[in-house]
């Protein structure tokens, strides 16, 4: 029953990161960061680059969810350990991604 809650939660939550990391690549207008932030297309140089790089950051950052995802269904302890440290360093690590990021494919003025 662990195991089945365990995929329940996991699963679609790695879903949704990955399918940010799509949409972000997908997208046509320059992909945002922060909640009720919007990047303007006369703010970045290079918008494809830009959110190609967005949407390869959120895939990668999805990648150690998926690695839990599977973990979990050999060894519980494991995989919510990795996931532990992965959400607090990996939430941290995104951040600084992104403004990275931001700054590289951003018009300088």
């Known amino acids: 029953m662990d195991k ?3 995929l329940l939660i996991m699963v679609p939550v790695s879903a ?3 399918g940010i990391g799509i949409f972000a690549l997908r997208r046509q207008k320059p992909m945002w ?3 009720g932030t ?3 297309a006369e703010e970045i140089a290079d918008v494809p680059a830009y ?3 967005n949407g390869v950051m959120w895939i990668a ?3 150690v969810f998926w690695l839990s995802t599977l973990l979990g269904l050999f060894d519980m302890r494991a995989a919510g350990g990795l996931l532990l440290v992965w959400a607090i360093l990996g939430s941290i ?3 600084v991604c992104y403004l990275r990021i931001y700054e590289k494919h951003r018009v300088k003025k």
Do not use: D, G, P
């Open 4 to 6: 089945f809650l365990w």
């Open 16 to 18: 949704l990161l990955t």
């Open 33 to 35: 960061f922060w909640s």
């Open 38 to 40: 919007e990047v303007r």
């Open 51 to 53: 959110n190609r790089a």
């Open 61 to 63: 950052y999805s990648a």
């Open 93 to 95: 690590l995104l951040i």
